[in-house]
């Protein structure tokens, strides 16, 4: 276990959150509830059919578990929803019929304040995670988009914060133009902050570092890296960079003698999803880093989407970090 997971699941416990994990009918999601119960991580909801979570294998006493067809908030989370969607034409019949589904279910208990934040994605498509998440909650205030990060925790590395990097956007956002660059940049960084307690230290990536090419993909990161110098002008931020001139300390003073980040970036932000999604995928896969998310960061409350591939080890990782991300929305 990475210092990393350990100073989650620490600062988890130290101030215990309620998280609801609408997935209660898979089984990597009740091995992970049954190690956060066992170990006082959190607060748990779970939603499933309640008579098959209980004749589970897995100990979950402490768990509040919850069958959506049955629960005594239905009618009133039908009504509230059917109040904040009305004007979108949703129906009464139709927020009721949503009742049904454990994740509208679960981002309800949410929005009432029944639950710090949510945990899926185990066996549900990303879209579907977010869709009621951005109907419902809605983006953070002063927040334009939602993004995700992955947290990179590299063995046997002196780069970027004793081998923990932040690399942001590996999940969403396809294509994202200069102006959500710099907002996923900026995003990014309060999210290292709420997960290390220490300064990032931002690098906006391209092939390129500091017009050694000259082209449209290099010009847009340019742009981004002076749209987010306005938006947050005390970060440590600079762009744009090739990897080794953002990392490696020798690179940097070569390629950017004149950088405030150049050779200690600890977020790197990509310039596209094929770039974040590739280069977070070879360093977990070639460097044996552990990769922890994807993380979601700009809902107004604190949302996670899983992988379908996870594991209940990852589930647990996420959980931690969900709480952490909790607690900050608590203290803001």
Known sequence: MSSFLDSMLARAKADKQTIVLPEGDDERTLAAAERILADGVADLVILGDAEAIEASPYALDGARIVDVRAAEERAGFAAALYELRRHKGMTPEQAEALMDDVLYFGVMMVKQGLADGMVAGACHATGDVLRPCLQILKTAPGVKLVSSFFVMVVPDCDLGQEGTFLFSDCGLEVQPDAEKLAH???????????????????????HSSYGSAKNADAAKVVEATALARELAPELDLDGELQ??????????????????????????????????????????????????????????????????????????????????????????
């Open 243 to 332: 990897l080794d001139a953002a990392i490696v300390p020798e690179v940097g003073a070569s390629k950017a003698p004149d950088s405030p980040v150049a050779g200690r970036a600890n977020v790197l932000v990509f310039p596209d999803l094929d770039a974040g999604n590739i280069g977070y995928k070879l360093v977990q896969r070639l460097a044996r880093a552990e990769a922890y998310g994807p993380v979601t960061q700009g809902i107004a409350a604190p949302v996670n989407d899983l992988s379908r591939g996870c594991t209940a080890d990852d589930i647990v990782g996420v959980i931690a970090i969900t709480c952490v991300q909790a607690q900050a929305k608590k203290a803001e």
């Open 184 to 206: 996923i940049a900026v995003n990014s960084a309060k999210s290292w902050r709420t997960l290390m307690g220490t300064e990032p230290a931002v690098a906006l990536l391209s």
